[in-house]
């Protein structure tokens, strides 16, 4: 990413306006002051780290048996992970796939589409990624940028954006009955954490290819993603895909109780429910009332 231009952007922030400058080595003080607790954030300090190592160990070793349980069973299983740029949707697929056998367990990110692809059935691309028996496939975005990230950014139509919104819960509902577990995650963020995220990407030698040009560019569309999101949720949460709401500014917090929900979603070999634990109500919730 290019650091000899200055990246300065003027923002409306809890009805304030504010400048932040992505270039800027220094954190303002305003976005430090502010990023947990932004979005309405539920707890004031993040989960303490030797507590969130030794509760994901249990759910990782839970997550083995779950992955016996669907090789022994053909049972497949498909996960997505959508939310704002910086959410934590890498993080949060790490967690849960870093002790699984990669041969059966695959993350799915794709780049922008070919040429090929873009005269393809909108879904074709995806749905070339699904599981065979016994596999679980976990989704780095998916369908859902023609939900939000492309009308906002004006990478599709009005009419494939309608078209995408009447089809998706006929599509999802197939690929339920066809007995495949499925589920779908968004990760949601304030304002200010996900400039704290932005900035920290920016000045961290090891994080900087996470910051696109395109992310820099939306940042001045908070309230356009805001409100494709909440039509998201509205129409294409349902009884056969629901969408599960992490409130994700501790991604730590996030990331527990997104393994929670697919473990005790599913009734699998040896299963440790007092290992699992109870889902926290005020990270985890399902569909737009969750949000509000």
């Known amino acids: 990413m290019s650091t000899g231009e200055s990246r300065t952007v003027d923002l409306t922030i809890g009805g304030k306006k504010r400048r932040f400058d992505i270039d800027d080595p220094t954190l303002p003080g305003w976005i430090d002051e502010r990023a947990l607790s932004s979005g309405d954030y539920p707890y004031d300090d993040k989960l303490n780290r030797d507590k969130y190592e030794k509760q994901l160990e249990k759910l990782q070793i839970e997550l083995v048996k779950m992955q016996f349980w669907m090789q022994a069973t053909g049972k497949r299983m498909v996960a997505l992970f959508e939310g704002r740029d910086a959410a934590g949707k890498g ?129 001045t569309k908070w309230d356009q993603y805001t409100e494709k999101r909440n039509k998201m949720l509205e129409e294409t949460h349902t009884k056969d895909a629901p969408w599960a709401i992490l409130r994700a500014n501790d991604k730590r917090r996030s990331r527990l109780n997104a393994i929670r929900h697919i473990l005790l979603s599913l009734d699998y070999e040896g299963k440790d429910k007092d290992a699992i634990g109870e889902i926290d109500d005020k990270i985890l919730g399902f569909g737009p009332k969750f949000l509000k």
């Not at 074709?124 to 699904?130: K, V």
């Not at 939000?148 to 004006?154: A, L, N, S, Y």
């Open 91 to 219: 993080g949060t697929i790490f967690s849960i796939r870093t002790y699984l056998n990669p041969r059966s367990a695959r993350v799915v990110a794709l780049t922008k589409p070919t040429e090929t692809e873009a005269g393809q059935w909108y879904y074709q691309r995806y749905a070339t990624h699904f599981p065979s028996k016994g596999e679980i496939v976990l989704y780095d975005r998916s369908w859902y940028n023609r939900a939000v990230v492309e009308p906002v950014m004006g990478f599709c139509t009005p009419a494939q954006y309608d078209s995408f919104m009447r089809a998706t819960p006929r599509f999802e509902k197939l690929l339920v009955e066809d007995g495949v577990h499925f589920f779908k995650f968004w990760l949601d963020i304030g304002q200010e954490m996900q400039l704290k995220r932005f900035h920290d990407r920016r000045h961290d030698p090891l994080k900087i290819w996470k910051l696109s040009p395109m992310d820099v560019a939306a940042l």
